[in-house]
């Protein structure tokens, strides 16, 4: 068995060699130029004298990609031998003019937003996190004017643009439809904010490109991917504590990249007391508990790439009543159904009731489940791109005081999503995309 290791390992050394060599700009070192071979996962950054090496290059012909900000691009075919290394150098020229800002979206193309017929918003990981507040719509409203949410609790919003929500209001993870009983007020997007590394936000009619439900315009929440150093294992994790109702968040993260194979996982939870208003104090129904889960693997060849990415999403929320002792104003709790519940004499609710982690026996069940496929196939100049996505949704509503554990609302969704898209220049230099 040793000896059988042995042998393909130095096989694998044997049929790979390497690159090297510098680049330069204006006959001087440029730093942190990138050098890549497109089609595989090898690529690297020179360093502060514009060296750089790629190790574990497969023996062959391969066409070698320089680029930096403010530099034109530079393609250069190189050979490489078994066992030896490859020198080759490369000289970038200054760009004559500014590039224009790039939308690279979850979808089938990139949209560059001053050709842009409709206003593109978007907001980096780093300001998610600065505007982030309840959950990762309230974030996104205080990031992109325009937008704004309706919100029934601190773990409940819906977003609207210009006016218009529910169903007139795509929402997107990844590409992929956000199916998850959105025509509703009383469940929020079941996504984690955690995860997220963008938000693209279309302010406009988008029917043409993403259905009849662009109406009013697209929210596209962009997860993190795996672009680290090949065999290095990453990892980040965060915690998160607000005052106003003692929320306490956590995720961890860890993200693993090798010989073009690409793995992520993520744990994300958080739990909250009811929240506290400048009127009411706190809020009697509004605490929650948060569970989220993703697992991706990909992979990325000179055919194209592939990824599959799987999210778990279970959360417990309670139902906020509303009910008030008339005099104290001081809120109520329903203890019993029909004509036995007398609004008026309810009993009321203790402060220890309104500080705790406790759910209480009236509250709402939603899980979310999706198994989400992205491919991407180079064919001739062209691309084709696959989508493919299956989710499941479940929503329970525990709104029975006499029989806590009985469901008085059931609602499950299932929706099977698939798109398929070829895109290739045409001998105007122009795309065209064929659904």
Do not use: C
């Amino acid at each position: 068995m040793l000896v059988l290791r042995s042998l393909v390992a130095s096989a694998q050394v044997a049929a790979t060699g390497s690159i090297r060599g510098q680049v330069l700009a204006d006959g001087k070192p440029l730093e942190l130029a990138t050098v890549a071979l497109p089609g595989t996962a090898l690529g690297t950054a020179t360093t502060a004298q514009g060296y750089f090496e790629l190790r574990e290059v497969p023996a062959g012909t391969h066409e070698l990609v320089f680029s930096s900000m403010g530099y034109q691009a530079q393609r250069q075919r190189v050979a490489v031998r078994a066992g030896q290394a490859t020198e080759i150098n490369a000289r970038l020229a200054a760009t004559p003019a500014a590039l224009s800002e790039v939308v690279v979206t979850g979808v089938s193309r990139a949209t560059e937003i001053r050709r842009s017929p409709v206003p593109i918003a978007v907001l980096t990981r780093r300001e998610v996190n600065l505007n982030s507040t309840g959950n990762v719509i309230d974030a996104a409203v205080k990031g992109v004017p325009g937008l704004s949410a309706v919100t029934t609790g601190p773990n409940i919003s819906k977003p609207f643009i210009r006016g218009l929500g529910y169903n007139r209001v795509l929402t997107l993870y990844n590409g992929l439809r956000q199916e998850g009983q959105q025509w509703g007020d009383e469940h929020g997007i079941e996504i984690d904010q955690y995860d997220i590394d963008r938000i693209e936000v279309v302010k406009g009619p988008a029917s043409l490109m993403y259905g009849s439900d662009a109406v009013a315009g697209v929210i596209n929440m962009l997860p993190r991917l795996s672009s680290e150093a090949d065999g290095h294992v990453h990892g980040d994790a965060l915690m998160e504590y607000q005052t106003n109702n003692h929320l306490l968040g956590t995720s961890v993260g860890l993200r693993y990249a090798h010989n073009g194979w690409q793995y992520g996982a993520r744990g994300s939870y958080r739990l909250a007391q009811a929240y506290r208003n400048a009127l009411e104090g706190r809020v009697y129904g509004t605490a929650f508990r948060e569970l989220h889960a993703t697992a991706t693997i990909g992979v990325e060849k000179r055919w194209g790439s592939t990824q599959l990415t799987a999210t778990l999403y279970d959360n417990i929320q309670e139902i906020p009543d509303g009910s008030r002792d008339s005099l104290s104003r001081r809120f109520t709790r329903q203890v019993a159904e029909g004509d036995q519940d007398d609004l008026k004499n309810r009993p009321l609710v203790s402060a220890p009731d309104l500080a705790t982690y406790r759910i209480n026996p009236l509250h709402q069940h939603i899980q979310h489940y999706r198994l989400l496929s992205r491919t991407r196939w180079h064919l001739g100049t062209g691309e084709l791109h696959t989508l493919l996505g299956i989710q499941h949704n479940l929503r329970r509503e525990y709104n029975h005081p006499l029989a806590p554990q009985q469901a008085g609302l059931a609602v499950a969704l299932n929706t099977y999503t698939y798109d398929v898209r070829y895109a290739a220049p045409t001998w105007l230099g122009l795309e065209t995309t064929v659904a």
